[in-house]
């Protein structure tokens, strides 16, 4: 049986794809063009639980780059979805 996600795991994974969205320009600017996000704002609210969620939420809504994050980061897609719950329900 598999452990179940910590909020402190789902963090790390949040911002392991935050900056995974940001190292590539043309997805840093699809995540602020969609979301409306300044980077400002993103910068001070980069530990929030509920902007990480979004920030999974963005790339799970992608599904190559949901597939592609997950990889990078060396998980898998559904721990990625796991932890936005998470961090949505924290």
Known sequence: MRAAVTNEDAMT????????????????????????????TLRAQ???????AAILGFVEAHEPDLV???????TNPAALVAARHRLENS
């Open 68 to 74: 592609a994050c997950a990889e990078s980061l060396g």
């Open 13 to 40: 994974l949040a911002l392991g794809a935050l900056g995974w969205v940001l190292s590539e320009p043309d997805r840093a600017q699809r995540l602020l063009s969609l979301t409306g996000l300044e980077p400002a």
């Open 46 to 52: 980069a530990g929030d639980a509920g902007m990480l």
